[in-house]
T-cell receptor, first 112, second 115 residues
Framework: QKEVEQNSGPLSVPEGAIASLNCTYS??????FFWYRQYSGKSPELIMS????GDKEDGRFTAQLNKASQYVSLLIRDSQPSDSATYLC????????????FGSGTRLSIRP | EAQVTQNPRYLITVTGKKLTVTCSQN?????MSWYRQDPGLGLRQIYY???????DKGDVPEGYKVSRKEKRNFPLILESPSPNQTSLYFC??????????????FGPGTRLTVL
């Protein structure tokens, strides 16, 4: 089993709808969780970070964390064509948070 | 401007010819890391460093070396590159620990081709 798993997609969502991206992880001591957006050939850029159970909102983005279920998700409201990209889930693992494990990414496509 | 820089951005080389990819950050971050990205495999950590003179292996360290003699620099060394090291490489840095400070900032990437 991979340490951080994401559905590879592609996930196709109509413009203006809500896109829901999911990620599960296996290391129970993980405390820091990140969502990155990556356009083709570019470096990852941080969208959201979350450390506590519950929801965290920033503009059109909401991250949700459920440590009991080892599940973190990203919701994108009012999806725009510019949201079309690959979304990477990342988890800092271990007691010293020294290693960082990325999921393989979910490709999101927003159709007009 | 706070940034992570990498050089070169593109490199084509031949099997066995030693090369170094440089990485530098100007944010006074303790933590630095190297990743490679291959289609369908996502980002995989090669090596990381928690501070000067402290380095450790990530998930795919074979065939790579690193050094951390200064806080701002973290070069990636391929002593004898092979075609299976053809990939897109990213350097990243962050503060140490949990919380918002542990967010990583990525360099622009180095596309390496080994013939």
């Amino acid at each position: 089993q991979k340490e951080v798993e994401q559905n590879s997609g592609p996930l196709s969502v109509p413009e203006g709808a809500i896109a829901s991206l999911n990620c599960t992880y296996s290391d129970r001591v993980s405390q820091s969780f990140f969502w990155y957006r990556q356009y083709s050939g570019k470096s990852p850029e941080l969208i959201m970070s979350i450390y506590s159970n519950g929801d965290k909102e920033d503009g059109r983005f909401t991250a949700q964390l459920n440590k009991a279920s080892q599940y973190v998700s990203l919701l994108i409201r009012d999806s725009q064509p510019s949201d079309s990209a690959t979304y990477l889930c990342a988890v800092r693992v271990g007691s010293s948070a020294s290693k960082i494990i990325f999921g393989s990414g979910t490709r999101l496509s927003i159709r007009p | 401007e706070a940034q992570v820089t990498q050089n070169p951005r593109y490199l084509i080389t031949v099997t066995g010819k030693k090369l170094t990819v440089t990485c530098s950050q100007n944010m006074n971050h303790e933590y630095m890391s190297w990743y490679r990205q291959d289609p369908g495999l996502g980002l995989r950590q090669i090596y990381y460093s928690m501070n000067v003179e402290v380095t450790d292996k990530g998930d795919v360290p074979e065939g790579y070396k690193v050094s951390r003699k200064e806080k701002r620099n973290f070069p990636l060394i391929l002593e004898s590159p092979s075609p299976n090291q053809t990939s897109l490489y990213f350097c990243a840095s962050s503060l140490v620990g949990q919380g918002d400070g542990s967010t990583q900032y990525f360099g622009p990437g180095t596309r390496l081709t080994v013939l």
